[in-house]
């Protein structure tokens, strides 16, 4: 990702503060034909009580549980933090316990998050990492906030240049919006004739001009 950060308010915002705290896990799948595949996801940095937690979507840690039931085997675990400037070659490589992830991978969210430690926080720090601290996180109604962000790395980013996997984290506006036709919009204290869920959906559409 390139941008001209010195005359470009949107480039000064994604070095200086959206950047830092966003890494790409990647890893790989070796499949029961002998055959490995690179996959990777976006993931997000939170910060709760000086604890760091890596924040991704449910359904990555979902996928994974999947194949490993099928017989797939996963490692080389590895957090990229590039776009915080960190120039060194090679990511901060990190476990993985199934066991230590809590995911939600429903209709009403698709959010995972596992606790990171000491070690590699600190590894993320020198690379030039930051976490969400909580004085950033807002009340609802969310509708209130005048900017959302619609953050990840779209498959369409990704590019295998020789040896190198090239990936782009793209960072889209969005505004809030009314739920689609038919979808009733679930309020903290229910509403009458729905199915209440424990995650209230918020919906927002990409802002085009």
């Known amino acids: 990702m390139t941008f001209d950060a010195a005359n470009s308010p949107s480039g000064q915002f994604l070095r200086d503060a959206a950047s830092k705290h966003f890494v790409c896990m990647s890893f790989r799948a070796f499949d029961t034909d002998g055959s490995s595949r690179f996959l990777?996801?976006?993931?997000?940095?939170?910060?709760?009580?000086?604890?760091?937690?890596?924040v991704t979507a449910g359904h990555i840690i979902a996928d994974?549980?999947?194949?490993c039931a099928n017989g797939t085997i996963y490692s080389e675990f590895t957090l990229h933090d590039k776009l915080a400037g960190n120039l060194f070659p090679?990511?901060?490589?990190?476990p993985f316990d199934d066991d230590a992830w809590i995911v939600f991978d429903t209709q009403d969210a698709d959010i995972a998050a596992t606790h990171l430690s000491v070690l590699i926080v600190d590894s993320l720090k020198a690379g030039g990492i930051t976490a969400i601290g909580e004085v950033a996180w807002g009340p609802p109604p969310f509708e209130d906030y005048d900017q959302w962000l619609l953050t990840?790395?779209?498959?369409e980013s990704y590019e295998l240049a020789g040896s190198h996997h090239l990936l782009k984290l793209t960072i889209v506006p969005l505004q809030?919006?009314?739920?689609?036709?038919?979808?009733?919009?679930?309020?903290?204290?229910g509403v009458e004739?729905?199915?209440?869920?424990?995650?209230?959906a918020q919906y927002g559409k990409i802002v085009t001009a």
């Open 40 to 54: 990777y996801a976006s993931c997000f940095l939170v910060e709760v009580e000086s604890h760091w937690f890596l």
């Open 64 to 67: 994974i549980r999947t194949g």
């Open 90 to 94: 090679f990511g901060v490589p990190i």
């Open 152 to 155: 990840g790395i779209p498959a």
């Open 176 to 189: 809030p919006t009314p739920p689609p036709t038919g979808v009733l919009q679930i309020d903290a204290s």
């Open 193 to 200: 004739g729905a199915i209440a869920t424990d995650f209230p």
